[in-house]
């Protein structure tokens, strides 16, 4: 039995390939960790040594906690980790750290507001139908007898509502937990620290809050595992893609890596990556100048549409990415008639009058005879042998989209 986790399941949620790839193969992501995930582990990192060495009542400097945040920083570092917003540097998110870290400081010093229990603790969480999940709680804090109080600490660039707050699972996990593992508690402050804002979203849990967040986890991982038997794990594009450490392994974006050195590249003998990534944006110049151009260039339409399709079926992407669009490839198959010239032309229209089918047609129309196909109105052998006289064709469209 798996050991679910908040992030595990939210990873489902967000796109249930990558939850494939990461928790199911369990493969190693080919892309670096995002400059704002890492931010913010050296900033959670930074706050816990300062909250190990406050338990012992040795409170350090403001200066002594950015050194040791610079510290982390470059013991940590590593040459992959991914600056998504162009405009920015790794340097400008290392120096967001430190205001964040200062604000914290100038804010909770003396940090005497109660007393730390645990950080970093690890919280096992029992719930119905003999599901288990695992939490870390960053910081968890006696206030008074019976009376916790559960902090996060986030280096997101914008705070929530307070309605997000009130319904987030997470801060719902870690209620359940701190009662499960301390039931003589009475009240649980459950407290966002936005450390970018130096501001704090305050949360608590009723019973039947809780009751009906345990109810929807359960069902939500009944989902996963269904999933998981089925093998179906579709990708699920997003703004947060941008972010993911398997962007170069998913058929959504890979097609954008496969010329790098690190990224295995799929062998094709009709198109390259860059040939691919060439036709997308030449068969949207074709398509835009359609209207212009002589019935020689839908010949030519058709070819790069093919080299496409090909492409796409030999290498596995389900989308090519050009310079400013995204050519996606949606496959379906239909059945076709054969021709009034094809002699299984009338041996259809002879099975049909002796399935007493003809009747309902009169003559072989396609539309109708498909129709009829995809109804319950006929028996399966009656489809099987009408079937016989069909051909079955793979139609592959092409579609584009502006980037």
């Given at each position: 039995?798996?050991?679910?986790?908040?992030?595990?399941?939210?990873?489902?949620e967000n796109c249930p390939f990558q939850y494939k790839l990461r928790y199911v193969d369990r493969l190693k992501p080919i892309l670096g960790n995002s400059i704002e995930s890492f931010m913010g582990s050296m900033v959670h990192d930074s706050l816990e040594w300062l909250y190990?060495?406050?338990?012992?009542?040795?409170?350090?400097?403001?200066?002594?906690?950015?050194?040791?945040?610079?510290?982390?920083?470059?013991?940590?570092?590593?040459?992959?980790?991914?600056?998504?917003?162009?405009?920015?540097?790794?340097?400008?998110?290392?120096?967001?750290?430190?205001?964040?870290?200062?604000?914290?400081?100038?804010?909770?010093?003396?940090?005497?507001?109660?007393?730390t229990i645990g950080l970093e603790e690890r919280m096992m969480i029992q719930l119905p139908e003999d599901k288990k999940m695992q939490g870390y709680i960053d910081r968890l804090d006696k206030i008074a007898d019976g009376h916790f109080s559960?902090?996060?600490?986030?280096?997101?660039?914008?705070?929530?509502?307070?309605?997000?707050?009130?319904?987030?699972?997470?801060?719902?996990?870690?209620?359940?937990?701190?009662?499960?593992?301390?039931?003589?508690?009475?009240?649980?402050?459950?407290?966002?620290?936005?450390?970018?804002?130096?501001?704090?979203?305050?949360?608590?849990?009723?019973?039947?809050?809780?009751?009906?967040?345990?109810?929807?986890?359960?069902?939500?991982?009944?989902?996963?595992?269904?999933?998981?038997?089925?093998?179906?794990?579709?990708?699920?594009?997003?703004?947060?893609?941008?972010?993911?450490?398997?962007?170069?392994?998913?058929?959504?974006?890979?097609?954008?890596?496969?010329?790098?050195?690190?990224?295995?590249?799929?062998?094709?003998?009709?198109?390259?990556?860059?040939?691919?990534?060439?036709?997308?944006?030449?068969?949207?110049?074709?398509?835009?100048?359609?209207?212009?151009?002589?019935?020689?260039?839908?010949?030519?339409?058709?070819?790069?549409?093919?080299?496409?399709?090909?492409?796409?079926?030999?290498?596995?992407?389900?989308?090519?990415?050009?310079?400013?669009?995204?050519?996606?490839?949606?496959?379906?198959?239909?059945?076709?008639?054969?021709?009034?010239?094809?002699?299984?032309?009338?041996?259809?229209?002879?099975?049909?009058?002796?399935?007493?089918?003809?009747?309902?047609?009169?003559?072989?129309?396609?539309?109708?005879?498909?129709?009829?196909?995809?109804?319950?109105?006929?028996?399966?052998?009656?489809?099987?042998?009408?079937?016989?006289?069909?051909?079955?064709?793979?139609?592959?469209?092409?579609?584009?989209?502006?980037?």
């Amino acid at each position: 039995m798996p050991l679910y986790s908040h992030s595990r399941l939210g990873t489902y949620e967000n796109c249930p390939f990558q939850y494939k790839l990461r928790y199911v193969d369990r493969l190693k992501p080919i892309l670096g960790n995002s400059i704002e995930s890492f931010m913010g582990s050296m900033v959670h990192d930074s706050l816990e040594w300062l909250y190990k060495l406050a338990q012992d009542s040795n409170i350090v400097s403001k200066e002594a906690l950015i050194n040791k945040y610079d510290e982390l920083w470059s013991e940590n570092w590593k040459d992959d980790i991914r600056v998504v917003k162009k405009e920015l540097t790794a340097d400008n998110f290392k120096e967001t750290g430190k205001t964040c870290l200062e604000m914290y400081y100038d804010r909770y010093h003396p940090f005497d507001q109660a007393i730390t229990i645990g950080l970093e603790e690890r919280m096992m969480i029992q719930l119905p139908e003999d599901k288990k999940m695992q939490g870390y709680i960053d910081r968890l804090d006696k206030i008074a007898d019976g009376h916790f109080s559960v902090h996060d600490y986030k280096t997101s660039n914008r705070v929530p509502p307070q309605a997000k707050a009130d319904q987030d699972r997470q801060l719902g996990l870690y209620a359940l937990a701190v009662h499960q593992k301390y039931p003589e508690i009475k009240k649980i402050d459950l407290v966002w620290h936005y450390v970018r804002f130096d501001e704090e979203v305050r949360s608590s849990r009723t019973e039947q809050q809780l009751d009906i967040m345990v109810e929807n986890t359960v069902n939500l991982i009944k989902d996963v595992e269904t999933a998981t038997e089925l093998k179906n794990f579709p990708t699920k594009t997003s703004i947060l893609c941008n972010w993911c450490e398997f962007k170069a392994q998913c058929p959504e974006y890979s097609h954008q890596y496969a010329s790098q050195s690190n990224v295995p590249v799929l062998d094709t003998t009709t198109m390259t990556a860059s040939q691919a990534a060439e036709t997308v944006d030449k068969l949207v110049e074709l398509k835009e100048k359609k209207k212009t151009l002589t019935a020689d260039m839908d010949s030519l339409i058709e070819t790069l549409e093919s080299k496409l399709v090909t492409y796409s079926k030999e290498s596995g992407h389900n989308s090519v990415f050009g310079k400013d669009y995204k050519a996606s490839f949606n496959s379906s198959e239909s059945l076709r008639m054969p021709g009034k010239k094809d002699l299984r032309r009338y041996e259809l229209e002879s099975a049909l009058k002796e399935l007493e089918l003809w009747d309902n047609l009169q003559e072989i129309s396609p539309y109708k005879l498909k129709s009829m196909l995809k109804s319950d109105k006929i028996t399966p052998v009656q489809k099987k042998k009408i079937s016989e006289y069909m051909d079955q064709d793979e139609n592959v469209r092409i579609s584009l989209k502006k980037l």
